[in-house]
């Protein structure tokens, strides 16, 4: 029997060796391609391309399923030989990763172009990503959104902050270059807290005036300079709806592309059940409330085309699987039932 155990445990930890031995080589690779610029132009032949048209990602609709399509370099080129930026198009595009196998994935702007006439040759369609990340397959949303987060950071830092020259892109897209002044921008993200408050028995969830009519998420805002995530969770929840936090643990991580590009940082937070009145800040809230599990859990089986009753009010949804804020509240539920 430890004969079987041993050799079991031999097969196991070869298997976890392989496979991060796969990891650790593709993420060389890709910390290649940023680095080495004539590898990152050879690649660019032999890679797929995501397409975007002024930020919004290309679908194809295949029944009741959205595709996200992956363009070889040859068939790219073809469709921008109808245009006379082909050559100029190709140079803007980012690498945003690739597959285990080593091929190469770049997304591509091409807001310069006629979208109907690449809409009509790829027969698809440019979608708001807003839409694109909740009708696609899970694997391609963090793909789309960290693409789309790059594009637009290109698109708003092509001069230099310091000169006001014009800054150069590396073919990688992973960094920009003012040669006048020598300083090089890299991308970045903006730390965001977000946070499910309980008293213990009950969740508070809010909106904003701009959410679809119904939805209710958790707090978040913006991490103030010099604070820890911890300091931001704090004040956020005191600025927006009045409470004192007793305590709080960090839950999980994801990025966000709206309003630009985002760290969303998740965390729970206690406050007393004393204390508990909220006292909600009108100018940044339209309505902030306690819910109890059951209408929680009622609450998550609902959609927005689904929460309209016939007076002509909204029963509360909530955020879609996509979003960090549903792993939250179905983490505060599973909390309550355990």
Not at 17 to 31: G, I, P
Not at 64 to 69: A, D, N, R, T
Not at 137 to 161: E, F, I, N, T, V
């Amino acid at each position: 029997m430890a004969a079987v155990c041993q050799a079991l445990h031999r097969r196991v930890s070869s298997l976890v060796c392989r496979l991060h031995s796969t990891y650790v080589r593709k993420m060389r690779y890709l910390n290649q391609l940023k680095e080495d610029d004539s590898l990152c132009r050879q690649a660019q032949t032999s890679g797929t391309f995501y397409l975007f048209h002024n930020l919004s990602p290309f679908l194809q609709k295949d029944g009741k399923k959205y595709l996200v399509p992956q363009l070889g370099a040859a068939e790219l080129r073809r469709i921008l030989e109808k245009f006379q930026e082909a050559e100029q198009c190709m140079e803007k595009s980012v690498l945003i990763g690739c597959s285990d196998e080593h091929r190469p994935h770049f997304a591509l702007d091409l807001g310069a172009l006629d979208k109907s006439v690449i809409e009509s040759e790829l027969q698809g369609s440019f979608t708001d990503l807003r839409k694109a990340l909740f009708v696609v397959d899970g694997k391609d949303s963090p793909l789309l959104a960290s693409a789309q987060s790059l594009l637009r950071w290109h698109d708003s830092h092509q001069y230099c902050s310091k000169t006001g020259q014009p800054t150069q892109k590396n073919p990688a897209g992973s960094k920009r270059v003012c040669h006048a002044s020598g300083v090089t921008y890299y991308p970045q993200a903006s730390p965001v807290v977000i946070t499910l408050v309980s008293d213990g028995s009950r969740c508070l969830l809010a909106r904003q005036p701009s959410f679809p009519p119904g939805m209710f998420t958790a707090l978040s805002g913006f991490c103030d300079m010099g604070e820890n995530v911890e300091e931001a969770v704090r004040r956020e929840v005191a600025e927006e709806v009045g409470l004192e936090v007793q305590s709080l643990r960090y839950s999980a991580s994801q990025h966000w592309p709206f309003p630009s590009s985002s760290l969303m940082i998740a965390c729970h937070a206690l406050v007393g059940a004393q204390r508990a009145e909220i006292n909600m800040d009108t100018l940044e809230l339209e309505e902030a409330r306690w819910f109890g599990l059951e209408e929680i859990v009622e609450g998550l089986k609902r959609g927005p085309s689904s929460s309209k009753q016939d007076n002509g009010s909204f029963l509360p949804w909530f955020p879609p699987k996509q979003a960090i804020a549903h792993q939250l509240i179905r983490e505060w539920v599973q909390q309550q039932t355990a």
